[in-house]
């Protein structure tokens, strides 16, 4: 069982786009190579990754954060920026969060909760260089039917967070 994070990294690729250049470059690759291997994307937040898994054979997976559920990089950069909404991967566009909310309705058992849940003290978060993360332990399975409640599927939060 492969857990892995997925998004490439590299002064030239942009941060927002790390996460489809990981499914081109090192899953497409990998699923082809070691066709029965496991894998969990971890922390998924595009459309592209929603569609990849659903494509891809049964047994890649992908977990979902509840904040990515909740929100897009306006909560992020919109009136200044806000360092507690600074997570990796990274906050994207509206429609990314529109296809992480598609993937909880659907039910499908590819998709299960993954919290990412990153506390970092204030004086980390709060700097010119704050760390990645958001802290949601505390309130996480709150978060998570916050955002079920949303998207009208409700029912399917227990699978989602405890049978898939």
Do not use: W
Request: proline residues 4%; negative net charge; hydrophobic residues 40%.
């Amino acid at each position: 069982l492969l857990l892995i994070h997925s998004e490439v990294t590299g002064i030239d690729i942009d941060i927002f786009d790390r996460e489809g250049k990981f499914i081109d470059d090192v899953m497409r690759p990998l699923v082809a190579d070691v066709p029965g291997l496991k894998i969990v994307m971890e922390h998924i937040s595009t459309r592209d990754a929603v569609e990849y898994v659903m494509e891809a054979p049964d047994n890649v997976r992908a977990t979902i954060t509840c904040h990515h559920l909740l929100y897009n990089r306006n909560a992020l950069l919109v009136g200044g920026i806000k360092p507690h909404y600074y997570c990796l991967p990274i906050l994207k566009r509206e429609a990314h969060r529109q296809a992480l909310l598609s993937a909880v309705k659907s039910g499908s058992p590819k998709f299960f909760l993954g919290t990412d849940s990153a506390p970092h003290a204030t004086s980390a978060k709060e700097c010119c260089k704050g760390c990645a993360g958001v802290y949601t332990a505390h309130a996480a399975v709150e978060l998570y039917a916050e955002a079920f409640e949303s998207a009208g599927c409700l029912d399917k939060l227990e699978n989602f967070a405890s049978v898939y």
